[in-house]
């Protein structure tokens, strides 16, 4: 049985992220103790505080978001014995940097730092904003590029993520408003056209952390944001493909596609939260993506959630 480990990306950060799972899990509460060391600052206040609202800053956002999934992690590995592994482990974005924790390619250490340059590095020289488009990526490809945008996320058959400048995506959202009226278009809260040629800067100075960070062959099967596809054992090869990811679309929907393929029973998602409320009423940030995506399949996979107290609990019982 093929058991799947997915960690969500930027827009599942939350004011509150982590509080419950410390006052419950004397293991979370190291992972932050240890983040605090490594980062050089609070994260733990960061993330439970959200002083001047700067969790929402790209460089502050990134590591809080990666702690609070091996927060969430290391809390169910406790409750479940470590009985509950992974055969394959997948990211969206800034998420796949966790995926490689949980194969043990990279540290905790290691990947907090590699995301601490990320994320400053994507605040600092990051450019432009983004669209999601219900709309498959050959429909609204051409329209993008009639605008001077590019596609950032193929998300969904039926979910596409755009960058582009401000002016430029508001020019491509009106044409489709007229065009498509019954497509929707979702302005996100970002720093910078992610993933697109608007990182090229980022991307470059990236490139060195990457290539100086320490890391191992996987222990099992990560999947690539940049190919769709899955990684191998050069680690050459993984830091090449984190460095393009910067510059080119999360292929999100094809990641899924080619884990299923191998037949996957069951998915465990990680960590962040969307919606209103507390830790405890937060839903998870990439449960309708992957519901969708087994919809047609038979056996259909479970879907569990481990995001908060209740459900690192639920998900062990």
Same mark, same amino acid.
């Given at each position: ?8 990306? $930027?827009?599942? $950060? ?19 103790? $240890? @983040? ?15 002083? &001047? ?48 924790? @949980?194969?043990?390619?990279?540290? %905790? ?23 999601? %488009?219900? !709309? ?10 009639? %605008? ?50 608007? !990182? ?18 996987? &222990? ?39 884990? %299923? ?13 969307? &919606? ?42």
């Amino acid at each position: 049985m093929n058991t799947l480990y997915v960690f969500p990306g $930027q827009g599942s $950060q939350y004011e509150g992220m982590g509080k419950d799972i410390c006052e419950a899990y004397d293991v979370a509460a190291r992972v932050y103790e $240890q @983040a605090n060391d490594v980062l050089g600052y609070d994260i733990r206040d960061m993330s439970f505080n959200n002083p &001047g609202d700067e969790l929402n800053l790209t460089r502050n956002t990134q590591p809080a978001l990666l702690t609070h999934h091996v927060a969430c992690l290391e809390a169910f590995r406790e409750r479940t014995g470590g009985g509950v592994e992974p055969t394959i482990t997948a990211g969206h974005s800034l998420g796949e940097y966790t995926a490689l924790v @949980a194969a043990n390619a990279l540290t %905790f250490d290691t990947a907090l730092r590699l995301v601490q340059t990320r994320g400053q590095l994507m605040g600092e020289h990051g450019e432009g904003e983004m669209t999601a %488009f219900m !709309m498959a990526v050959d429909e609204i490809r051409p329209l993008a590029e009639r %605008f001077n945008c590019a596609i950032s996320a193929c998300n969904q058959p039926q979910q596409t993520v755009v960058g582009g400048s401000s002016a430029d995506l508001e020019k491509l959202e009106a044409h489709v408003a007229e065009a498509f009226p019954r497509k929707r278009a979702i302005r996100l809260k970002t720093e910078g056209a992610f993933h697109t040629s608007y !990182m090229d800067k980022a991307a470059g100075l990236f490139k060195e952390a990457l290539c100086d960070a320490d890391m191992r062959a996987p &222990g099992v099967r990560v999947l690539s944001n940049y190919t769709g596809g899955f990684h191998g054992d050069d680690t050459g090869e993984i830091k090449e493909r984190l460095y393009l990811q910067l510059r080119h679309p999360v292929m999100w929907d094809a990641n899924l596609r080619a884990a %299923f393929d191998e037949g996957v029973a069951r998915v465990y998602e990680f960590g962040g939260g969307i &919606g209103s409320g507390g830790p405890g009423e937060k839903r998870p940030n990439l449960e309708g993506m992957i519901k969708k995506a087994v919809r047609s399949l038979d056996p259909r996979p479970e879907y569990v959630p481990v995001i908060n107290a209740g459900t690192i609990e639920a998900a062990a019982g």
